[in-house]
Every structure is written in C-alpha cells, then in structure tokens.
C-alpha cells in the first residue's frame, strides 16, 4: 500500500511538472500562431501543424507502444480527435487572426467554468467549494487583466474564440472514457490522425503566401508543431488522465501569464499593471486548487463554518 501510494504521488508529481510544460507552451504558442498567421491562413496553418505532428506521433508510437483500437472506439476517438483539433483550432486561429494575441489568451482562460460544469452535466463530479472560490478568484484576475482590451478588435473574433472553449469542453467529456482502455500515447495519436484529416475539405478555400515563408516562420511551424501539438497533445493527456478535469483546465488559466511575456518581448503589445496584478492573481487561484484533496476537505470545512456563521 506504501508503495503504490508513492507511485501515485509520484505520477502526480510528475503531471504537475508535465502540465506546467504544457502551459508555458501553449501560453507562447498564441504568439507564435500570430507569427505564422503572416503566411498562411487559419486552417492552412492548422493543417500543416497537425500534420508534422500526426507523423510525429505515429512513429514515435510505432516505436514505443503498438497497442490496437477496437473498432467500437474509433468514433469516440474520430469525434474527440475532430473537437480537439479540428474545430478547436479552426475557432481558435480565426479568432487570433481578429483579437490581440492577450485578448485571445484570456477567452481560452474561461475554459475551466466551462469544463466544471459540463464535467458536472455529463459526469455528475462533485464540485468543491474550493473549486468555485479557485474559479472566482481566477475570473477577478482574468477581468483585471483583460481591462479595456475587451473592446479591442473584431466581434467575430471573439465570438470564435468562445467557439474554441466549447469544442475543448467537448474534447475533454468525449475524451474522459478512454482513459480506461486506452495508453496517452495511442489516444494522442488517434484524436491527432482524425483531427487532422478532418482539416481536408476544407483546405480548397485556404491560402498559403509562399513568398512570406522565411527562416522565422518555419521555425515557429515546428514550433507549435512539435512542442505545442506533439508533446503539448500528449503531456496534457496524461496530466487530464492523473488530476481531474477542473485542475487540468484550471492550470490553463496560467496561459495568459505566459503569452503577456512574450507577447510583450516578442509582438510589442503593451504589458499593464492592471495584467500584472492579475497574473498573480491567477496564479494564487491555481495554486489554492492545488492543494491535496485532505486540505482542500479541511477548507471546505472552514468555509462552510463560516458560512453558518
């Protein structure tokens, strides 16, 4: 019992470490999509991206793990696959293409009241007190930072962004069940196969400008490619599979921290101190959500003393 119950805590310990990887990123990847954006279009790029990494993928499974699909999960995979990548990444570049780099970021960082509550709906999870106080305190930080860009850039920009929280939320409930059947690997790379094939009726109406492909371009294509999308893809897997939905969701709320960063060293965009106020502000909400399940039960505790009080 010992020692399967410092197995865990390893495991965790490591999703933790691998979750945080992923953050970092993704938090850089928006700046880098806005990069590429310069020569190709949305789903061009998207198409491209998935497709360095699904070849990525399959050989490094060819190589480390040849477990089969039954042929009654390929549609769960097939659809989980498509909301993941194809219709998240289709919202999500197009909303880029017409918001600021910061105000994109920040919708995403919705995500985890959207995947609680459909975690909630679909799987009937318990939602700690804690949980909510975590969202709360998260959202005042996303409000802090947002500030008057809100207002900034097209409509339909963030009407696609919002599009992408939903086809995530998707990703996750479809995605919640394989975890019993299925390695990080295999699924990583069946979800990216499908993603990216579902990508092809619509490439006839992309574009890609050729003469704008330079060094800096590609070198940010392999970017998201293989870092954001190859490893992205499967340590996010794994750290879903280890921690529950809200903690996994909740991390990605450090994305904008990252992506102010850069896009401040790397785009120019103003960095203010109403954003750096709530950098820190998101970060204290992650960490209070965090806090191991005995913990956390002693809080809801308190909180629920002081509420009879």
């Given at each position: ?235 996010y897997n794994f750290a879903f599979k280890e921690l529950d ?65």
């Amino acid at each position: 019992m010992q020692i399967g119950g410092k197995i865990m805590k390893t495991k965790k310990a490591l999703a933790y470490i691998t979750l945080i990887g992923v953050v970092v990123a993704w938090g850089i990847s928006f700046v880098s999509i806005k990069v590429v954006l310069d020569a190709f279009s949305p789903v061009a790029m998207a198409f491209v991206r998935f497709f360095i990494a699904t070849v990525t993928l399959i050989i490094i499974k060819q190589f480390t793990n040849k477990e089969k699909v039954n042929k009654e999960d390929y549609g769960r995979l097939a659809v989980s696959g498509i909301f993941a990548i194809t219709l998240y990444f289709f919202f999500e570049n197009n909303g880029i293409l017409r918001v600021s780099a910061n105000s994109a970021s920040i919708i995403v960082a919705t995500l985890p009241v959207a995947a609680i509550i459909a975690d909630k709906i679909f799987y009937k999870t318990k939602i700690s007190r804690l949980s909510v106080i975590s969202i709360i305190v998260s959202i005042f930080g996303i409000y802090l930072v947002i500030g008057k860009d809100v207002v900034g850039g097209s409509l339909s920009g963030y009407f696609y962004m919002f599009g992408s929280v939903i086809a995530w939320c998707g990703y996750l409930i479809i995605t919640k069940p394989l975890f019993k059947k299925y390695s990080n690997i295999t699924i990583t790379t069946y979800q990216s196969i499908f993603g990216t094939l579902a990508f092809i009726p619509l490439l006839p109406f992309e574009t890609i400008n050729f003469q704008m492909i330079n060094g800096n371009i590609i070198l940010n294509l392999l970017f998201l490619a293989l870092i954001c999308s190859s490893f992205g893809n499967f340590g996010y897997n794994f750290a879903f599979k280890e921690l529950d939905v809200g903690i996994s969701t909740l991390f990605l709320n450090l994305c904008p921290v990252v992506t102010f960063i850069f896009s401040f060293f790397i785009l120019g965009e103003t960095l203010r101190f109403s954003q750096i106020i709530g950098s820190i502000i998101i970060i204290a909400a992650v960490y209070i959500a965090t806090k191991p399940p005995k913990v956390q039960s002693e809080l809801d505790d308190n909180i629920k003393k002081a509420d009879l009080n």
